[in-house]
């Protein structure tokens, strides 16, 4: 940029680079590359017509010139409160650096404009030769979190275990990830042009079956004659190892892009309690209200996660 702007003499030759950092920075994915060019490319138009003008009303009469610079810097402040501000910041931007110049130089203002065009263009290029996606490093991160999940849900209700395992941090690391992963969101609903609704309903999907994860934990290892009597329950070691494979799959189908397995659902709930009412009689224990949570929670963490698995297949099908 710094050559080509050399070699052909190009005035006011900081606002190319200028504009090439700007659109490029801070992270050149194509979702937030192109509508920031578009936007930069809008604000400065709208902006050096608006000085444009300004300057020749000038000529008429000073009071005209401060009364529409006036409101132009009012339509400015309160369209940015909408959702262009980028846009809206740079046509006041724009105004006061063409207002700004000596009277009636129009020339300023139309190389300011060229400028901007070409430095926003020439950002488009240089993304567009390894452009970096949004939405696959959304996809990539998304399978990696709920491979994780399923680990956390395997060690927390694992049978093999004695005690409970500290994954206190491991949890909260996990769920800091996920809620970072949402400022892809944006970037990735601007390149598939998928809803942002539907992926922010994977994010919160991700995030309630990580806090049912811990719930039932809670419920697992709060007594040890719980723990014992749920470790032998048929019905819910079954449903541990679905919901594991669950997890599995959706991670593997975020990666491949193909739909695998099928919907699995808990629907054999009152058998489950018949059977921890009998295995509670059988070891002598007191039968805890408690027990019915625990089931209700796994049927919760089921229900989720098909929710979750028909959210990603729309996702995964409106992209191809």
Not at 28 to 37: D, K, M
Not at 72 to 91: A, D, E, R
Not at 114 to 133: E, M, Y
Not at 198 to 208: F, K, P, R, V
């Amino acid at each position: 940029m710094l050559i080509i702007t050399n070699i052909f003499n190009i005035p006011e030759s900081t606002w190319p680079l200028i504009t090439l950092v700007v659109v490029m920075g801070p992270i050149s994915y194509w979702g937030n590359v192109l509508p920031r060019a578009i936007e930069r490319v809008i604000g400065t138009f709208v902006g050096a017509a608006s000085g444009i003008v300004a300057l020749y009303l000038e000529t008429i009469s000073p009071i005209f010139f401060i009364v529409w610079c006036a409101v132009v810097m009012f339509l400015c402040g309160y369209l940015t409160l909408g959702k262009k501000p980028y846009s809206s910041l740079l046509i006041g931007i724009t105004l006061a650096v063409v207002v700004g110049a000596h009277s009636l130089d129009f020339t300023k203002a139309l190389w300011r404009s060229g400028d901007v065009i070409f430095g926003s263009a020439f950002a488009l290029f240089c993304c567009s030769i390894f452009p970096q996606k949004a939405f696959i490093h959304w996809r990539l991160n998304v399978s990696q979190y709920l491979f994780e999940i399923g680990k956390v849900h395997h060690v927390l209700l694992s049978p093999n275990i004695v005690d409970r395992p500290q994954l206190k941090n491991k949890q909260k690391t996990l769920l800091a990830d996920i809620t970072r992963n949402r400022t892809l969101v944006s970037p990735s609903a601007a390149e598939t042009h998928l809803s942002s609704s539907l992926l922010n309903g994977i994010q919160i999907s991700m995030d309630n079956c990580l806090y049912t994860i811990e719930k039932i934990s809670d419920i697992y290892w709060s007594d040890r004659s719980h723990h014992l009597t749920l470790i032998h329950a048929q019905h819910l070691r079954s449903c541990h190892k679905a919901t594991e494979e669950t997890f599995n799959q959706l991670s593997q189908m975020l990666v491949s892009g193909e739909v695998e397995g099928a919907e699995w659902r808990f629907e054999n709930m009152n058998d489950t309690i018949e059977e921890l009412k009998a295995l509670t009689h059988q070891q002598q224990f007191h039968f805890d209200p408690s027990l019915y949570g625990y089931v209700w929670l796994n049927v919760q963490l089921i229900d989720e996660l098909v929710k979750l698995r028909r959210l990603i297949m729309l996702s995964l099908k409106l992209t191809k």
